[in-house]
């Protein structure tokens, strides 16, 4: 691929041409390793396609996986192993346009409220839930920051988005509030947890060394998505509210009250870092169902 893509992009066009490099190797009765370049055709394609469909993979998974086909086979073509370009024919799975999950402005309220902020763990995650709704970041954004990417007089971050696009995005004086306290006993955290388990203080500034995360795990390294969507969902759970609110719902929640409160679509476009504002418009859809609700509710012949 010569476009800048995430890293997560390319994991998951790996996992994706695997997949169907397996499915065709099952297909010829061969060992993947052993597939010819000559069976990578739209036929195998369209069987592929078909096959994810019957497993009731989503069409949003679907569509990648295709896309992810479609550019290796014009790695191929370029390369003078193949002929034609696999996939190109094939049609992709029209999408479903979901609303997005998100949370009320009370539900945010209470689950920003459950971290134990008496606790050095506790600031660190209160931190962590502050910035998420404050600033709409992705998961991967996040968990992505350095300490210098925070600037907490101006309350402002600058994130490295998709495609290598770079924004900056403000946060209110809450966030900043819950960053600073979580500052303080950063170092002093970190120390503390790992002499308890034996760890040398060599160790934890060799990791502080090779980068300077924001948010760090128990080692003194950068915390993992896996981490934080397991510290969300936790706190979500907790607090009794829906089950099954990613970290996502909270970017999700940061837009919508914004579009709700009169925001325009564009500046959500650039504080989301969307590179069309098709993307962006998915929250028109849910300003829509409240005002249909609404309708519902107070017109005397709805």
Known sequence: MNRNVSVHTVRAYESDLSQFIEFLAVQLGRKSSSVPVSEFEDLAVRAFMAELYRRGVSRSSSARKLAAIRVFGRYLRLEGKIAGDPGALVGTPKLEHKIPAHLEVGEVERLLSMPDATQ??????KAILELFYASGLRLSELVSLDLEDID?????????????RERE????????????SYLKDRTTLIAGINSKQGISPSVINLARRRNNPLFLNYRGGRLSTRSVDRLVRRYVSECGDRLGISPHALRHSFATHLLERGADLRAIQELLGHARLSTTQRYTHVNAAQLLTLYKKTHPRA
């Not at 946060?171 to 819950?178: V, Y």
């Open 152 to 164: 907490l007089n101006g309350r402002l971050v600058r994130v490295q988005g998709k495609g290598g």
């Open 120 to 125: 050095p763990l506790g600031r660190r995650d």
């Open 169 to 180: 995005v403000p946060f209110h004086r809450s966030a900043a509030a819950a960053i600073r």
